[in-house]
């Protein structure tokens, strides 16, 4: 970028034929190379009564490819001193590999087998075997979890049937159980493909030689769709009047959520939200961890933060409850310091702090190679500059406290959706 830039992470970057972005970042100072591709899709891609094919890619495409055998790519990657993974959200999935500098071919022939090869070795077996696994890890991670389903039942509230975020990225159970071997099929063709992906090489490795590999494994995968997908777009959401819900689960605390529609990702609104939350919860002498957890004593523990999507935000309080303290208590001393914090205002050190706390995890995040290849994947995918670093960290460095102030007031002011979660017992 032109600007200053403590954070000037010099890449190189370049677009295939077929559509497929490109960014290499060399650091030799590394034994090691890491390989992380992104596909623009998630669950907010999927449509109403056949949710779950995103995260069911997420294992599929672990299942092997024409040239690779089932689970090859554990096998090829852990054989060679590596690790491997991959990750599934509303607005993207991505799979990541670190492996000693000298194995960077052997990824991308792995990483491009299945982008371009996935669909011959798909099976109706393979799919059966795989909808069972991801019906166990719903009944394990949620239905049978203290507390796990609780996140789908706030934001199937908190967003209409209709918008993209109302459902878990996991998926409906019912869907699930329905999943067709051509629907999966379908849903690979349209968003697994080159002109919808990017792929970041970050580490040990020469510029020259990368390229050329790349070029050589990537070079002649057809992209399925003529042009790029469509961004999606979602209407904003509103809630004219709170919601109160009540689950009872298999747990011995009570726990309070509370949410409130804000902004989507990289909005103005965006980062002084994130400083609130950090004022609010963000260390033990936060404002609602010093008052309910530490001077009260009525709350377990607390947590504030904001969720930024692409499509949209919120912004989520979360307490659990002493033995024998009832929520309304707790729920009464949230808004307290809310209501104080907006007639008040805050302090110098307490805005300071906050900004200090986030640019010190910034920079511990980036200390990890991981995590670099990921961010300039992340920047790559919301502004087409994979090193957007600087520029991100400068939108928390001018927030003001007036902005702080203005953005509780304005959003937090708004109806809201109260989930209490209780103890069968106590029903």
């Not at 203290?146 to 039942?153: M, S």
């Not at 070029?215 to 997908?229: A, Q, V």
């Amino acid at each position: 970028m032109k600007e200053n830039s403590l954070f000037d992470f010099k890449y190189n970057k370049f677009k295939l034929d077929n559509g497929l972005d490109v960014i290499l970042y060399q650091d030799k100072s590394l034994p090691t190379v890491s390989v992380n591709i992104w596909y623009r899709v998630g669950s907010a891609n999927e449509t109403k009564g056949k949710t779950g094919f995103a995260h069911l890619f997420e294992h599929m495409m672990f299942q092997g490819s024409q040239h690779i055998p089932k689970e090859g790519h554990f096998y090829y990657i852990q054989e060679a001193g590596g690790t491997l993974n991959g990750s599934t959200s509303h607005d993207r999935t991505n799979y990541y590999e670190s492996v000693p500098s000298n194995y960077l071919e052997l990824v991308l022939w792995l990483e491009s087998d299945r982008m371009g090869f996935l669909l011959p070795a798909l099976t109706q077996e393979k799919l059966d075997n795989q909808k069972d696994v991801v019906m166990n890890e719903r009944r394990q991670r949620y239905e049978n979890q203290p507390y796990g389903l609780t996140w789908e039942i706030l934001f199937s509230n908190l967003y209409s049937e209709n918008h993209p975020y109302h459902w878990p990225t996991i998926g409906w159970m019912k869907d699930i159980e329905k999943f067709q071997l051509e629907d999966v099929k379908n849903f690979f063709r349209k968003y697994y493909s080159p002109n919808n992906a990017s792929l970041v090489i970050g580490g040990n490795f020469e510029i020259d030689e990368a390229k050329s590999l790349v070029k050589k494994y990537f070079d002649e995968i057809i992209s399925f769709e003529d042009k790029n997908i469509n961004t999606l777009i979602a209407p904003e959401e509103f809630i004219n009047e709170n919601k109160f819900l009540v689950h009872e689960d298999n747990i011995q605390l009570s726990r309070i959520y509370l949410a409130w529609h804000t902004v989507k990702l990289f909005d103005g609104d965006d980062p002084a939200i994130d400083i609130l939350a950090e004022i609010l919860s963000g260390a033990k002498n936060s404002r609602l961890n010093k008052s309910l957890v530490f001077e009260k004593q009525i709350a377990q523990d607390i947590s504030a933060f904001q969720y930024s999507g692409n499509l949209a935000g919120s912004f989520i309080i979360v307490s659990t409850a002493k033995p024998n303290v009832e929520l309304s208590k707790l729920k009464e001393e949230i808004f307290f310091e809310i209501d104080n914090l907006i007639k008040n205002g805050i302090t110098d050190d307490e805005l300071i702090k906050a900004k200090n706390q986030f640019k010190s995890s910034f920079i511990y995040s980036l200390q990890k190679l991981d995590n670099v290849v990921d961010y300039l994947n992340f920047y790559n995918f919301h502004f087409n500059e994979p090193n957007y670093f600087q520029h991100d960290l400068n939108r928390y460095e001018s927030v003001s406290k007036d902005d702080i102030i203005n953005v509780a007031k304005k959003y937090l002011s708004k109806p809201y959706v109260q989930l209490n979660v209780i103890p069968k017992s106590e029903k």
